[in-house]
């Protein structure tokens, strides 16, 4: 897996851990408006799952999931990347915006690129 500064691990760590907060919060205001929360559900589930993995590699905490899971989990992960890319293009440079979408991306990548190297 790419080398990154502790540094990087932890605004890694932090993204995913905004991340599924906003989730979080999404799928319960979607849940009490009786909203359809499939997509939201596999999209939390996967950030959990990225940032599990990530935690595993870089400060061994057990990391439990099949193989299958981490495949959806990553295919699900790829499938954010385009959207906050086509975000991160569009925002100004030096805004706070930038700054989160940028972390953003590369926790993503970073936890794709842990779970190729797990399967």
Known sequence: MESTTPAQQTESIRSFESTIRKCETALAQMTEKRSNTT????????LKIGLAILENVWHKQPFDCSPQEIRESQEVLSGL???????????KDGSPQKTLLERRLKSIELAIQAMNEST
């Open 81 to 91: 990347l385009p959207p906050i890319e086509r975000s991160y293009a569009k925002s």
């Open 39 to 46: 997509l939201l559900e596999k999209r939390l589930n996967a």
